[in-house]
Nanobody, 123 residues
Framework: VQLQASGGGLVQAGGSLTLSCAAF????????VGWFRQGPGKGRGFVSARIWNGDDTDYADSVKGRFTMSRDNAKNTMYLQMNSLKPEDTAVYYC?????????????????WGQGTQVTVSS
């Protein structure tokens, strides 16, 4: 499984961005897709996760109500819609996938990682 993240950029506070995570290869092995982020001088932390073939989602408290995950089945792509962005959302965002059959916020749960995409929110 290969993951390709895209969609990052520079946006003003209060603005919106949509990140994409395209999956290639043996996508049948994917059960959960997650988004993580790593801000300047910080460790990589959980943002959200969604069941690949379902509607169940999990969001970090810091983004709940502002971020939404969705999927385009035809494109094997998972999206992260980010609204009401704040400067503290500035980070490199990574998508990840797991073949395990349950949610987890732990980095080690995820088997496959895409490259990061930079999101910068100006105040």
């Amino acid at each position: 499984v290969q993951l390709q993240a895209s969609g990052g950029g520079l946006v003003q506070a209060g603005g919106s961005l949509t990140l994409s995570c395209a999956a290639f290869g043996r996508t049948s092995a994917i059960h959960v897709v997650g988004w993580f982020r790593q801000g300047p001088g910080k460790g990589r932390g959980f943002v959200s996760a969604r069941i690949w073939n379902g509607d169940d989602t999990d969001y970090a408290d810091s983004v709940k109500g502002r971020f939404t995950m969705s999927r385009d089945n035809a494109k094997n792509t998972m999206y992260l819609q980010m609204n009401s962005l704040k400067p503290e959302d500035t980070a490199v965002y990574y998508c990840a996938a797991s073949s395990r059959g349950y949610f987890s916020r732990k980095l080690t749960f995820y088997d496959y990682w895409g490259q990061g995409t930079q999101v910068t929110v100006s105040s």
